[in-house]
Each structure stands twice: as structure tokens, then as C-alpha cells.
């Protein structure tokens, strides 16, 4: 699954994750997924089945989308192609797929009712800077609940969870060419300089360089 312009956000895997036109999602078959354009555009999905495909990973893995690439997306999107050609096409796409040597950023979603609550709220609006007592009072449960539940079911506490989703969110905004200070301020930071500190710990990059 690819977008060609702004960003893609996908739903797979128990994982929520944003795409820039860079990149593309491989779903595996059977994995139940969903997804929403950050920007209006077109969206790409190439569907092979299962048994011709070398690829073989179990769970979603991002992927570099190369100039070759994306032409050949754009050719297999075309309703009409002959079929041998079309065959010719999805074997030299498949060829090209290799796991991209830095991951997007993806977030793990917690399975709890009320924990999925608040994360479904930061990821729509992760400038949100509530604490865990606010969105306790909201969801119906306790600082120590939600903190349990964000740390069994997402593998990280509640601040690191919400950083992630934050970073998530900037990826989307820096591929739309959004300034910096911008982002920082969309994405709940007070000043440009925090945002590229916790940009860079998280990422090991800083946002341009992340990007690029």
C-alpha cells in the first residue's frame, strides 16, 4: 500500500503506523488492516496472491519505494494491462521489495477498551498534553490502571507511548513540507528545539535527515 503524495496512515498488525510517499506498506495476507490519506491524493494497492509471492514476511514491514518502484505501482494500478505484462511487472516489483533499513515510525495500540480510548484521542490529536489522571477521569480508570494497561499491552509507559504517537503524527506533517516549528507546535511542543531533541532520541535523526 502507497500514497504518492503527503502521507498514509494504516491501521495492521495491532500497529498504527504513518507512511510518507518514500515508503510503502507490505501487508501480509490475512492480517486485517485500515487506512486513511492524511492528503487528498491517490492511493496504491497491489494485490499478489499469497502463493506466487517470494516475499514471505509474517507481519507489516515498511518499505524504500524506489523511482523503478513507484513507476511500477503506477503501470499495475491501470485497470486495463495485458495479462502477461502484468505478470512481467508484478515479478520485477516483488524482486525489488527489501525492509527498509530504517523503520517509519509505527505505534502499538493497547487492546483495553478504556486504554484504546485515549490512544485513538492522541493519535487524532496528539498536541492533547493531558496526563494520565485527566484522561482517568475520562475513560472511567485509575492513574495506576491505565499506566498498568499501556505498560502490559503496548511495551512502553504512557509518556514513551505518547512520544511515539507524536512522532508519528510529525512524519506525516514534515513529508507535506510543513515547517519545523509548525510541526512542533501541531504535535505538542512548546518550542522547535524540544520537538527536534525528542525527534532526534526516538528516531536517531533529526527530522530532515530522517526524512532524507
Same mark, same amino acid.
Given at each position: 500500500?502507497?500514497?504518492?503524495?503527503?502521507?498514509?496512515?494504516?491501521?495492521?498488525?495491532?500497529?498504527?503506523?504513518?507512511? /510518507?510517499?518514500?515508503?510503502?506498506?507490505?501487508?501480509?495476507?490475512?492480517?486485517?488492516? $485500515?487506512?486513511?490519506?492524511?492528503?487528498?491524493?491517490?492511493?496504491?494497492?497491489?494485490?499478489?496472491?499469497? @502463493?506466487?509471492?517470494? %516475499? %514471505?514476511?509474517?507481519?507489516?514491514?515498511?518499505?524504500?519505494? =524506489?523511482?523503478?518502484?513507484?513507476?511500477?505501482?503506477?503501470?499495475? $494500478?491501470?485497470?486495463?494491462?495485458?495479462?502477461?505484462?502484468?505478470?512481467?511487472?508484478?515479478?520485477?516489483?516483488?524482486?525489488?521489495?527489501?525492509?527498509?533499513?530504517?523503520?517509519?515510525?509505527?505505534?502499538?495500540? /493497547?487492546?483495553?477498551?478504556?486504554?484504546?480510548?485515549?490512544?485513538?484521542?492522541?493519535?487524532?490529536?496528539?498536541?492533547?498534553?493531558?496526563?494520565?489522571?485527566?484522561? $482517568?477521569?475520562?475513560? $472511567?480508570?485509575?492513574?495506576? =490502571?491505565?499506566?498498568?494497561? &499501556?505498560?502490559?499491552?503496548?511495551?512502553? =509507559? &504512557?509518556?514513551?507511548?505518547?512520544?511515539?504517537?507524536?512522532?508519528?503524527?510529525?512524519?506525516?506533517?514534515?513529508?507535506?513540507? %510543513?515547517?519545523?516549528?509548525?510541526?512542533?507546535?501541531?504535535?505538542?511542543?512548546?518550542?522547535?528545539?524540544? &520537538?527536534?531533541?525528542?525527534?532526534?532520541?526516538? =528516531?536517531?535523526? @533529526?527530522?530532515?535527515?530522517?526524512l532524507s
Amino acid at each position: 500500500m502507497w500514497a504518492p503524495v503527503g502521507a498514509l496512515a494504516i491501521q495492521a498488525g495491532g500497529n498504527d503506523w504513518v507512511i /510518507p510517499p518514500t515508503h510503502a506498506l507490505w501487508i501480509p495476507a490475512g492480517v486485517l488492516h $485500515g487506512s486513511r490519506a492524511l492528503r487528498r491524493g491517490a492511493v496504491y494497492r497491489v494485490r499478489v496472491a499469497p @502463493t506466487e509471492s517470494p %516475499v %514471505v514476511w509474517s507481519q507489516p514491514t515498511s518499505v524504500v519505494v =524506489t523511482p523503478l518502484m513507484r513507476e511500477l505501482i503506477v503501470y499495475l $494500478g491501470a485497470s486495463e494491462r495485458d495479462p502477461d505484462a502484468r505478470r512481467d511487472a508484478e515479478l520485477l516489483l516483488l524482486d525489488l521489495i527489501e525492509a527498509a533499513p530504517v523503520d517509519t515510525i509505527h505505534v502499538p495500540l /493497547p487492546r483495553d477498551s478504556r486504554a484504546r480510548a485515549v490512544a485513538e484521542a492522541l493519535i487524532d490529536r496528539p498536541d492533547d498534553d493531558r496526563d494520565l489522571g485527566a484522561w $482517568g477521569l475520562e475513560v $472511567g480508570a485509575s492513574i495506576r =490502571t491505565l499506566a498498568r494497561l &499501556f505498560a502490559a499491552e503496548t511495551g512502553m =509507559t &504512557f509518556m514513551q507511548w505518547r512520544a511515539q504517537v507524536r512522532m508519528r503524527a510529525a512524519l506525516g506533517l514534515l513529508a507535506d513540507g %510543513v515547517p519545523v516549528a509548525n510541526v512542533a507546535r501541531q504535535v505538542g511542543y512548546r518550542t522547535p528545539s524540544a &520537538f527536534v531533541a525528542a525527534y532526534r532520541r526516538i =528516531t536517531g535523526h @533529526t527530522p530532515g535527515a530522517h526524512l532524507s
